[in-house]
């Protein structure tokens, strides 16, 4: 669907467009695989079975900071929901040393693990079928090596002010690195909760994603989870770092770093406990966990990461010193923002499958530039406008190489290639358009706050809020328009359109296509939804105008082509009066000009 705000003297008008994607897919057969020690490997999909659930994950780590490795106590309480013959779950550079499986009230016994290293997966297999319903325990001690490349469970270093070196332990499992840490079922929708104990060395402190529930010279054990939560989302941090903390709407907030740039964390602090409050209130449901971390890393690949109760930084991302500038204090603000927006989009309610990531990060990009708008205000706003990600996304979607913002993911590359500015930028320029022509200040808001509170804790799919955003629709207005129909379009086909405007009298013709870049302060009295089922249309307006511009505020994801005529009426009006146009529809009118001259 395509809304189009026209402005003119006058008047805003919209309209939309639907256009058909080919959704072919091609079926394969299954071909099953040999494991490691030669046996048949009983699956052969990168999906996981589903006849099998995680309940709960007891966890017992062992890092050795001096050998850089690790040993592993996992166990693992599951659900049997389908009869099956085995049980198929992720595992990557683990050495698996035992394993014994344990069905309901039976008695423990030593099962064989086959591993099949092509897919990350391993499997036990057993002789009679389990049965719907039971309740069953995997339990597997194993050793790795801590990982050299900033995922899984990963070795840094810094030095100090001293210039001694300083070794740490930290994780970063988003999107398919908690297999390499643990032995798991390591896809979004096999939520569960996790008790987890990590050994140290009496001068370190060890972090988790709950509160501590008790202290060791030699091991600490952290509170069970209190929410079921996604492999991705687990963290475990071992190091040497110092705390500033406050509490914040019952949640004990705190900012970690290296004990010398202690004091280049209340900026952070500051910012994070604002951002707080506002999503607490905003969205109607109180962050769910006792405290929540932010932790700088001195060597962290990437900016961020969301693990709940537990978000993880690099250190540009979080420390603000007092010499820093105002660019400095909005990327530290931004990254903040975001991050504690996936607290709910993302962690709460977690995509089923890694095709639908823009609701996550789609999500926490709106939310991002939504927040920072409202609760820091010493931060320069005019640079946190929708412009510059609409065209960050357009830069990538105008390619032939792009894809659909849902698309379908079936390899691991696949997945990776999931973090872009599609996912991100776009995800949230969709997002601002379906909030600019819903009718209503609070109808958007009324929506998301019942995707979250319908889905708590759960997995989604992008239908899912589509459905909550119409639900609330048909509530609040009598305008009973079905966003799933008018929204699906545009996650589900990449790119975006062109649309070609021409005005003689009161009358206007658009036309619109998809856009390539290669083959591969006006006043408005009325507004008129109008929309286009076909590639082409011609609309009445009201009377007759000198000039007209599209697309109101940018908060549609196209662009304009005005011809020879309709440019040069702008630039006239422009030249009269540039506050004629928002600053919005300024700067669109100039990235429309760049677009069309490439």
């Not at 999503?279 to 962290?300: C, G, H, S, T």
């Not at 405007?501 to 856009?515: A, M, P």
Request: glycine share 4%.
């Amino acid at each position: 669907i395509l809304y189009i705000y026209i402005i003119y003297m006058h008047s805003i008008f919209r309209f939309s467009h639907l256009y058909t994607v080919d959704t072919t897919q091609c079926p394969s057969e299954p071909v099953y695989p040999i494991s490691t020690n030669g046996e048949v490997f009983p699956w052969a999909q990168l999906r996981l079975p589903q006849s099998v659930r995680p309940l709960s994950y007891d966890l017992t780590l062992n890092p050795d900071l001096d050998k850089m490795t690790f040993t592993g106590h996992s166990v693992i309480t599951m659900f049997v929901r389908h009869n099956t013959k085995h049980i198929v779950l992720h595992s990557m550079n683990l050495n698996i040393n035992k394993a014994t499986f344990k069905l309901g009230d039976e008695k423990a016994t030593t099962v064989t693990v086959l591993e099949f290293k092509p897919k990350q997966q391993i499997a036990v297999k057993f002789t009679e079928e389990l049965k719907a319903g039971q309740l069953c325990v995997l339990t597997i001690d194993y050793s790795a090596n801590l990982s050299h490349t900033y995922d899984g469970f990963y070795n840094s270093s810094y030095t100090d002010k001293e210039g001694n070196k300083k070794v740490l332990a930290a994780t970063q499992f988003e999107p398919l690195s908690a297999r390499k840490a643990f032995p798991c079922f390591d896809e979004p929708s096999f939520k569960a909760t996790f008790l987890i104990k990590i050994s140290h060395k009496a001068d370190y402190l060890a972090l988790s994603n709950m509160p501590k529930l008790s202290n060791g010279l030699v091991l600490d054990e952290f509170e069970t989870t209190s929410v079921n939560m996604s492999t991705y989302l687990v963290a475990f941090i071992v190091a040497n770092f110092t705390p500033v903390s406050k509490n914040v709407s019952n949640t004990l907030l705190s900012v970690y770093s290296v004990p010398e740039k202690k004091e280049h964390t209340g900026y952070a602090l500051d910012a994070a406990s604002k951002l707080l409050d506002f999503y607490n209130n905003f969205f109607e449901i109180p962050y769910p966990l006792q405290k929540l971390d932010l932790v700088a890393i001195p060597d962290f690949l990437a900016g961020a990461m969301e693990n709940w109760g537990l978000i993880t930084f690099r250190e540009t991302s979080l420390l603000v010193g007092s010499h820093s500038s105002a660019l400095e204090k909005q990327v530290v603000g931004s990254v903040v923002a975001h991050e504690l927006a996936h607290q709910w989009f993302g962690n709460l309610v977690t995509m089923s499958w890694w095709n639908d990531l823009w609701l996550n990060e789609g999500f926490a990009t709106y939310m991002q530039y939504t927040s920072i708008q409202n609760v820091l205000p010493e931060l320069d706003i005019v640079s946190y406008d929708f412009s510059p990600i609409c065209s960050l996304a357009m830069e990538k979607d105008a390619l032939n190489s792009s894809h659909a913002v849902s698309t379908e993911v079936n390899t691991p590359e696949q997945v990776e290639e999931m973090f872009d500015s599609v996912s991100y930028e776009k995800g949230a320029s969709i997002l601002l358009m379906l909030n600019a022509s819903l009718p209503g200040d609070q109808q958007f808001r009324k929506g998301i706050i019942q995707y979250l509170k319908q889905f708590s804790g759960l997995n989604t799919y992008t239908n899912d809020l589509w459905n909550s955003l119409t639900q609330v629709k048909h509530y609040l207005s009598s305008q009973h328009q079905n966003v799933s129909e008018m929204m699906s379009l545009w996650t589900s086909q990449k790119g975006f359109p062109l649309v070609t405007v021409s005005h003689k009298g009161d009358e206007v013709n658009l036309s619109q296509e998809h856009f390539l870049l290669t083959s591969d302060n006006a006043t408005h009295s009325s507004r008129q939804l109008f929309t286009l089922k076909t590639k082409s249309e011609t609309l009445k307006l009201p009377e007759k105008v000198k000039w007209l511009k599209l697309n109101y505020k940018n908060t549609g994801f196209y662009i304009v082509d005005y011809g020879k005529e309709g440019w040069s009426e702008l630039s006239d009006a422009l030249a009269n009066n540039y506050q004629v146009l928002t600053s919005e529809d300024r700067t669109s009118l100039i990235h429309n000009i760049f677009s069309l001259s490439r």
